[in-house]
Antibody, heavy 120, light 108 residues
Framework: EVQLVESGGGLVKPGGSLRLSCAAS????????MNWVRQAPGKGLEWVSS????????YYADSVKGRFTISRDNAKNSLYLQMNSLRAEDTAVYYC?????????????WGQGTLVTVSS | DIQMTQSPSTLSASVGDRVTITCRAS??????LAWYQQKPGKAPKLLIY???SLESGVPSRFSGSGSGTEFTLTISSLQPDDFATYYC??????????FGGGTKVEIK
């Protein structure tokens, strides 16, 4: 069974930093691109970032480019999101999501999410 | 970036109703569209991919259609478990994925 478990969320002041992690199990992690998708309270879904299976291709939404960094460790079956220069508008539940099959770019598996709150 | 516009934003319906949700893309995305269902406090669930392919395990009352810029998600006979928010997502643009704003299906 595919499992994605996010951690690392919490309360942080504007301008601060936070690192999210996603622990993956139940599939060959190194074979799939991985993604972060967020959802602000009461709002819709927003794709944040993607990383290819070997980390060769990395993409970001314009709203986080230059502030967030996605990375992965295939040996540890883990995905990360380093978030710097956080703003109030970054407050959201952050989901780790796996594509359905290599290169498909839609999300078949999701974690339960971790809440990031940016507030003074 | 490709913009995705869903309508309506809220829909009131009764059990047994046929429900249709529309998603429009700002440019052609061929059939590279997925639909998700999300319930409060839960992660989204994949329903449809490639515009009309039903994800394994999803009830057959859900169907998707369309290509190019206009797409629909249809629930043929609304069930109590279907009251939720639905999102479309384009994946034609490899570098920038985008979701629609969502359609909340409420009990009438």
């Amino acid at each position: 069974e595919v499992q994605l478990v996010e951690s690392g969320g919490g309360l942080v002041k504007p301008g601060g930093s936070l690192r999210l992690s996603c622990a993956a199990s139940g599939f060959t992690f190194s074979s799939y691109s991985m993604n972060w998708v967020r959802q602000a309270p009461g709002k819709g879904l927003e794709w944040v970032s993607s990383i290819s299976s070997s980390s060769s291709y990395i993409y970001y939404a314009d709203s986080v480019k230059g502030r967030f960094t996605i990375s992965r460790d295939n040996a540890k079956n883990s995905l990360y999101l380093q978030m710097n220069s956080l703003r109030a508008e970054d407050t959201a539940v952050y989901y780790c999501a796996r594509e359905a099959a290599a290169g498909t770019r839609y999300f078949q598996h999701w974690g339960q999410g971790t809440l990031v709150t940016v507030s003074s | 970036d490709i913009q995705m516009t869903q309508s309506p934003s809220t829909l009131s319906a009764s059990v047994g109703d046929r429900v249709t949700i529309t998603c429009r893309a700002s440019q052609s995305i061929s059939s590279w569209l997925a639909w998700y269902q999300q319930k409060p406090g839960k992660a989204p669930k994949l329903l449809i991919y490639k515009a009309s392919s039903l994800e394994s395990g999803v009830p057959s009352r859900f169907s998707g259609s369309g290509s190019g810029t206009e797409f629909t998600l249809t629930i043929s006979s609304l069930q109590p478990d279907d009251f939720a928010t639905y999102y479309c997502q384009q994946y034609n643009s490899y570098r920038a994925l985008t979701f629609g704003g969502g359609t909340k299906v409420e009990i009438k």
